[in-house]
């Protein structure tokens, strides 16, 4: 919200205020007329004074009525200015109509009825002060006459009369506007500070909504991109398989399990034939290429629930199989062997059979004591890929300890 808007919403408030204070204060102000025409009763003309207490009960009802209409009116305050102008024309016409009844009947009044009509303007001065907070123009139209005309009527019979007495009360009344305008300001200064404060909170706890909003997103965000980073972090760029990392990780993980549950694990090495010479005669890119295919072919091969197919580092692959035993395998190894060479990716460069193949070492064990570390595993079927590579290659070699294991 802008400083403006809120200075025209704070003054909106302040006049809402004090204009619902108005039907309330019209019964006051009808009560001090008739109070006032009381204690002038035996001191004036009757008929002239009833004259100006009706004409001025009149004004007060008008307002009572035109201020209830406002309030309960749909666009009470839409126009906070054309309200606090009526507001202001209002208090005007009582404030003059207050002032009129002094000047006409309290002014050759003795002292005793002046001082008791001073004292009721002096009140009425009050009241508005405290009723019209907020409002200084509204405040000023209704207070400045009545007490102006006190105020005068004191010094100016102190110095016709030579009446030290009312010279003195008119000195007061002086004071008395001084401290009565004082009061004003503060009150207004405070009550303007403290819908400035409200405003204040209401934006606040505004710009905390939208802060929560955008916490929530960034927070949504940022635990996608943990996401994001977590996958990548264990996943292989080139082929989308598993990385080595995964690999460490998983290969602990299920090692556990089996020997938990005394259930055989497999794990099947892979590399491809002559790799280095095929990346010589087709290039670097050619190379990635094939890698990808070979990779997707493991993967699809090695779908199984539990099956998980990583890429071990280079051209070398690596499948676990929990709960598999050297048969099921073996299998499995065929099939990707077989698979791979079947899709005859076109190798010149190698010494076999013009396409590109693979190896493959097959180890399973149960864990147990006899084979405590799941390392033991991954060494046996290396050892079993060695044989295949030195027995000709694009084959299948079998470790199977079951067996033996304890
Ligand atoms: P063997 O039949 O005995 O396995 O021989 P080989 O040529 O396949 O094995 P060697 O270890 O001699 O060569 C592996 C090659 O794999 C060497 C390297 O350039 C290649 N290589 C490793 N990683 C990548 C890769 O990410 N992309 C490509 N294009 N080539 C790779
Ligand atoms: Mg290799
Ligand atoms: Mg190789």
């Known amino acids: 919200m802008t400083s403006l808007t809120a200075?025209?919403?704070?003054?909106?408030?302040?006049?809402?205020?004090?204009?619902?204070?108005?039907?309330?204060?019209?019964?006051?102000?009808?009560?001090v007329t008739w109070a006032m025409a009381y204690v002038l009763w035996e001191v004036s003309d009757l008929q002239n004074l009833l004259a100006w207490a009706v004409s001025l009960t009149i004004v007060n009802l008008g307002r009572f009525a035109y201020a209830r209409q406002r309030i309960r009116s749909a666009d009470f305050l839409d126009n906070p200015q054309r309200e606090g102008r009526n507001m202001t024309l209002g208090l005007l016409t009582t404030g003059v109509g207050f002032a009129l009844g002094y000047y006409w009947f309290a002014v050759h009044a003795p002292a005793v009825e002046q001082y008791a009509v001073t004292a009721i303007h002096v009140g009425l001065c009050a009241g508005a002060a405290i009723v019209l907070t907020g409002c200084r123009a509204a405040f000023l139209a209704y207070s400045v006459p009545l007490i102006t005309v006190a105020t005068a009527t004191m010094l100016w019979c102190a110095m016709i009369e030579g009446d030290g007495l009312r010279g003195v009360v008119g000195l007061m009344l002086v004071l008395y506007v001084f401290g009565v305008m004082m009061?004003?300001?503060?009150?207004e200064k405070s009550l303007l500070f403290n819908i400035r404060l409200r405003f204040e909170k209401d934006e606040l706890l505004a710009r905390k909504d939208e802060l929560l909003a955008?916490?929530?997103?960034?927070?949504?965000?940022l635990s996608a991109d943990r996401d994001a980073f977590q996958t990548a972090s264990l996943t292989d760029g080139l082929t989308g398989l598993a990385n080595r990392r995964h690999f460490d990780r998983t290969l602990n993980r299920e090692w556990d399990r089996c020997r938990?549950?005394?259930?055989?694990?497999?794990?099947?090495?892979l590399d491809i034939d002559y790799f280095k010479p095929y990346n010589d005669r087709y290039g670097h890119m050619a190379g990635d290429d094939c890698l990808r295919t070979v990779a997707s072919m493991i993967a699809t091969t090695a779908s199984r629930g539990g099956d998980f197919a990583a890429r071990f580092g280079g051209e070398e692959f690596v499948v676990l199989l929990p709960g598999t035993d050297v048969q099921g395998a073996s299998l499995l190894a065929e099939r990707i062997r077989a698979m791979t060479e079947e899709r005859a990716i076109p190798h010149a460069g190698g010494c076999t059979d013009r396409v590109v193949t693979?190896?493959?070492?097959?180890?399973a064990l149960t864990p147990g004591d006899r084979f405590p570390s799941a390392q033991s595993l991954v060494d046996l079927a290396d050892e079993a890929l060695y044989q295949a590579k030195k027995r000709g290659r694009?084959?299948?070699?079998?470790?199977?300890?079951?067996d033996d294991a304890v």
Do not use: K
């Open 183 to 187: 009061y004003q300001t503060q009150a």
């Open 214 to 221: 955008e916490l929530h997103v960034l927070n949504r965000e």
């Open 7 to 31: 200075e025209s919403a704070m003054y909106r408030v302040a006049i809402g205020g004090a204009y619902r204070n108005i039907p309330g204060s019209v019964w006051f102000s009808i009560a």
């Open 260 to 269: 938990r549950d005394g259930t055989p694990f497999a794990c099947i090495m």
């Open 358 to 363: 693979l190896s493959a070492g097959v180890a």
């Open 394 to 402: 694009n084959r299948v070699v079998v470790r199977d300890f079951d």
